[in-house]
């Protein structure tokens, strides 16, 4: 099991960024592909972005694309999510996730392990 903790939610005016991170511990992070879901009030959770265990390969769901950057750090051992040109429809909890796997999956399901999640509110 990997321990997850996010960081980096706020608020934010429509056009502005944030960057999100998501700090690892308890086993080899290099093991881990990562993900990044969200979660606003009376949805269902959904994918984001996801990179795989080496780093060379990403996804985005469309809404993101070009938008949001998702990248890791082997040595400080954590995944970040750089948000740029946000709108108020990206208002959510983000979650970070762990999947033991050489690549992501943007189905929830697939992965092990969860931070708690940060808020990221953006207002209009």
């Known amino acids: 099991q990997v321990q997850l903790a996010e960081s980096g939610g706020g608020l934010v005016q429509a056009g502005g960024s944030l960057r999100l991170s998501c700090r690892a511990s308890?086993?080899?992070?290099?093991?881990?592909?990562m993900g990044w879901f969200r979660q606003a009030p009376g949805k269902e959770r959904e994918f984001v972005a996801g990179i795989s265990w080496s780093g060379r390969n990403t996804d985005y769901t469309d809404a993101v694309k070009d938008r949001f950057t998702i990248s890791r750090d082997y040595i400080k051992n954590t995944v970040s999510l750089q948000m740029d040109n946000l709108k108020p429809e990206d208002t959510a909890v983000y979650y970070c996730?762990?999947?033991?796997?050489?690549?992501?999956?943007?189905?929830?399901?697939?992965?092990?392990?969860w931070g708690q999640g940060t808020q990221v509110t953006v207002s209009s």
């Open positions: 996730a762990a999947r033991r796997s050489i690549g992501s999956d943007s189905t929830y399901r697939q992965y092990e392990d």
């Open positions: 308890g086993r080899p992070f290099s093991n881990y592909a």
